[in-house]
């Protein structure tokens, strides 16, 4: 029982950080962001079809790290363009 709590918690706290790394990945290429979300969507897609796996509740995961990554990302850009990105236009 444990375990399998524990292995849950772990799977969720996989694709926040996934979500918050993709997005994160914009600081060296926007490329990277896109294609850090097609890799994911694409496996998640692929669990659905061959575990039958929550594949609504992962993307929502998913998307709670892209969202925090794009909040931690736009303040500091508003607040002091932290990581020389005050004005950077891609």
């Not at 694709?15 to 979300?37: D, K, N, R």
Request: glycine fraction near 10%; charged fraction near 15%; include cysteine.
């Amino acid at each position: 029982m444990f375990k399998g709590v524990v292995w849950e918690k772990l799977c969720i706290l996989s694709h926040v950080v996934a979500g918050f790394l993709s997005c994160i990945a914009v600081i060296i290429s926007p490329v990277l962001t896109i294609i850090g979300f097609l890799i994911f969507t694409l496996y998640e897609v692929n669990q659905q079809f061959h575990k039958d796996d929550f594949f609504d509740e992962e993307m929502l995961e998913y998307g709670i790290g892209f969202f925090l990554a794009i909040t931690i990302l736009l303040l500091l850009v508003v607040f002091g363009g932290v990581l020389g990105l005050k004005g950077q236009r891609w």
